[in-house]
């Protein structure tokens, strides 16, 4: 941990929450009926991104919770991602040395076009939409957050999926020279990061390919350039700074699940009537929210599918979700 470099995000980086409030409400006032069609083509694109850059964003067609959203500090600086170090300070801390820009990754596997993609002209074939997620990490903390992404369906039809495509397995990046977690003795799991979802889950349009939040590009911390957002399942399935789309008949394994089995399922969907091994899932500490930013946040009831059942729980008919966990 000492070879860790000093922080590197300094605060005039940092948006307020109301900046962001005040740019949604214009675009809303605006945009009520707009289409992506609408938006010039040279705005859509995004030639050139970088870190914490403005992006053209369209209403999303998921409406937002009515819970109040979790400011961008908090959810910039309260961070699960293990390249960076496992504390929660790590990621915003250390991250300062990844260079995410210009970034490409592939779909390949069971498909008919596996292809290389850059990111940038990713973003300008989809229109990037607002979708506010309430996320609720396996650790019993919650927020909620406004994601800018694409549906993960319309990027894994670009490589024109085969019939015995019944997975869709992820990969994270490994670049120890400049992701500290990467390095050193003490390594918290095996590199690269991986993660997995059924194809009829990958395909939910509740399922995004996240590419900003608050109107913005991901900072490091939270992912650049792109990560996986699933809210109805624990964070830990929400893959950061994906390189690799990989469509398979096999169930693909997940980082958590081969580090502890007995603790961490492949379905992970958020449910209150399955404990965790160590503690129970049945409350969350929303962060923010009545407290610090580390500890004293309230405890409030967690809701089966992180309150997304009736979107989701069509998926997992017949299926024992104890045993599935
Ligand atoms: N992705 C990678 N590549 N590495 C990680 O360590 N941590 C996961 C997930 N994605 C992780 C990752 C876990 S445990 C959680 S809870 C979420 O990221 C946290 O996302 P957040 O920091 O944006 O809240």
Same mark, same amino acid.
């Given at each position: ?36 069609? *609408?938006? /010039?083509?040279?705005? +859509? ?10 992006? !053209?964003?369209? %209403? @999303? ?97 670009? *490589?024109? /999926?085969?019939?015995? +495509? ?10 120890? !020279?400049?992701? %500290? @977690? ?115 946040? !309230?405890?409030? %009831? ?24």
């Amino acid at each position: 941990m000492s070879a860790y470099k000093p922080p590197h995000i300094p605060a005039s980086e940092i948006t307020p929450e109301t900046t962001w409030l005040k740019r949604r409400t214009l675009m809303a006032g605006l945009a009520a009926g707009a289409t992506f069609a *609408a938006l /010039p083509k040279a705005e +859509a694109a995004a030639p050139g991104l970088s870190e914490g850059m403005e992006l !053209k964003t369209v %209403p @999303g067609p998921i409406p937002a919770p009515s819970d109040k959203e979790t400011s961008f500090e908090d959810v910039t600086h309260y961070n699960n991602f293990y390249e960076f170090g496992t504390g929660k300070s790590d990621p915003f801390k250390y991250s300062e040395d990844f260079k995410p820009y210009p970034w490409t990754f592939e779909i390949g596997g069971l498909v008919n076009k596996p292809q290389t993609v850059d990111i940038d002209t990713l973003l300008t074939k989809f229109p990037l939409e607002d979708r506010i997620y309430r996320m609720r990490c396996v650790e019993a903390w919650s927020m909620v957050i406004p994601w800018v992404g694409i549906p993960l369906s319309s990027i894994i039809d670009l *490589a024109d /999926p085969q019939g015995s +495509a019944k997975y869709v397995a992820f990969e994270g990046v490994v670049r120890p !020279k400049e992701m %500290p @977690g990467q390095r050193g003795f003490a390594q918290p799991m095996p590199w690269p990061y991986l993660e997995g979802l059924r194809i009829d889950e990958a395909r939910h349009p509740l399922t995004i390919i996240a590419v900003g939040l608050y109107g913005k590009t991901l900072l490091n911390q939270s992912g650049a350039p792109m990560r996986l957002v699933v809210p109805w399942k624990y964070g830990f399935k929400g893959i950061k700074s994906i390189t690799k789309i990989t469509l398979t008949e096999e169930q693909p394994q997940n980082s958590w699940n081969l580090l502890a089995p007995h603790e961490y399922g492949f379905y992970a969907n958020v449910n209150p009537d399955v404990p965790h091994p160590r503690w129970s899932q049945a409350t969350e500490q929303r962060i923010g929210e009545g407290g610090g930013l580390f500890g004293g946040a !309230k405890r409030i %009831p967690t809701e089966m599918f992180n309150g997304y059942g009736d979107e989701v729980a069509s998926l997992y008919a017949g299926m024992d979700l104890k045993a599935n966990y």
